[in-house]
């Protein structure tokens, strides 16, 4: 399988506790974006990479969320002292240098007790 | 006021009719428009990606952008039952940039 993969597919936590989710992108893409979905809502973006350069970050990325991109491969994000509201889908989307064309993985479902 | 304005729908249409899903925009920099086909609890499938305005078709799929009206649509013919999901717009400025989604039309396809 060539696509966008993410790991895990399913995450439930407590209150409190710090989760890290990864993002695999298609090995030709340098470009890499992380988004935000809830419930009977479009995704909404957090973060992007180019390389292992973050260029951009939402005003949704409170400080308690971080993700990295070490070596532009493969990504991370991290949520430090989960709350409930940030329970949802989190996708990861990946694109090449010539156009803007996104294609997502299959999201990490998280959910806060 | 929302950037991209999309009718969340619930839609059912009977099998085979043609479905007309739209969107509308406030940002006039959007350059690069997408249509999105999502199934629930999947991560969002690409179906049509069009730069600027024009029309472009794929198979059973007909994107459509009117720039001058700030307008989308995605229409598909002979619907079939598994066409049933979340369709989702989207559109980007220049370059490498964020996509700004509608909310998603959810549309069910009766046998």
């Known amino acids: 399988d060539t696509g966008v993969s993410q790991d895990p597919r399913h995450k439930i936590t407590k209150r409190g506790q710090n989760v890290t989710f990864r993002c695999d992108p298609i090995?030709?893409?340098?470009?890499l974006y992380w988004y935000r979905q809830t419930l009977g809502q479009g995704p909404e973006f957090l973060t992007y990479?180019?390389?292992?350069?973050?260029?951009?970050k939402s005003r949704l990325l409170s400080d308690r969320f971080s993700a990295e991109r070490p070596k532009g491969s493969f990504s991370t994000l991290e949520i430090q002292r989960t709350e409930q509201g940030d329970s949802a889908m989190y996708l990861c989307?990946?694109?090449?240098?010539?156009?803007?064309?996104?294609?997502f993985g299959p999201g990490t479902r998280l959910t806060v007790l | 006021q929302k950037e991209v304005e999309q009718d969340p729908g619930p839609l059912s249409v009977p099998e085979g009719a043609i479905v007309s899903l739209n969107c509308t925009y406030s940002?006039?920099?959007?350059?690069?428009f997408m249509w999105y086909r999502q199934y629930s609890r999947k991560g969002p499938e690409l179906l049509m990606y069009?730069?600027?305005?024009g029309n472009k078709e794929d198979g059973r799929f007909t994107a459509q952008v009117d720039k001058s009206s700030k307008y989308i649509s995605l229409f598909i013919r002979d619907s079939q039952p598994s066409d049933s999901a979340t369709y989702l717009c989207?559109?980007?400025?220049?370059?490498?940039?964020?996509?700004?989604f509608g909310q998603g039309t959810r549309l069910t396809i009766n046998p």
């Open positions: 990479f180019q390389n292992e350069a973050q260029l951009e």
């Open positions: 940002n006039s920099a959007f350059q690069y």
């Open positions: 090995s030709e893409h340098n470009r």
């Open positions: 069009t730069y600027s305005s």
């Open positions: 989307a990946s694109s090449s240098r010539e156009d803007n064309e996104q294609f």
């Open positions: 989207a559109m980007s400025g220049w370059g490498a940039q964020k996509l700004v």
